[in-house]
């Protein structure tokens, strides 16, 4: 699995054809905030919200554009644990350009 570094995720601004998306539950973005330009999808929405959600509903449930197979993702969590996990409901779903971010 390949890891995002710091300088990618910092120059996500730059690059908004790459999408973060944090997949931890909403009350830790409360605790801790979140990610400039990330989008939150938690773990356990992932796979529905990325095989079956239509790009229309998603953007309103997520805030952010539905990712193409090729689209470039960065996984996101606290610790990396579900950013892994995240990873492999990808790599299942078709999935090729993601990473996770530790």
């Known amino acids: 699995m390949k890891i995002a570094t710091y300088e990618e995720v910092k120059d996500l601004c730059n690059h908004p054809e790459k999408l973060l998306i944090d997949v931890r539950e909403p009350h830790e973005l409360l605790e801790t905030g979140s990610i400039p330009t990330s989008i939150?999808?938690?773990l356990d929405r992932l796979e529905e919200?990325?095989?079956k959600t239509n790009p229309r509903d998603?953007?309103?449930f997520f805030?952010?554009?539905k990712?193409?197979?090729d689209t470039p993702i960065i996984f996101t969590c606290r610790?990396?644990?579900r950013a892994a996990q995240a990873v492999?409901?990808?790599d299942?779903?078709?999935f090729t350009k993601y990473m996770s971010l530790l």
């Open 49 to 51: 919200a990325l095989a």
């Open 40 to 42: 939150n999808i938690p």
């Open 92 to 94: 299942k779903l078709g």
């Open 58 to 60: 998603f953007r309103g």
């Open 88 to 90: 492999d409901i990808a």
């Open 79 to 81: 610790t990396g644990r």
């Open 63 to 65: 805030g952010g554009p």
């Open 67 to 69: 990712p193409e197979s």
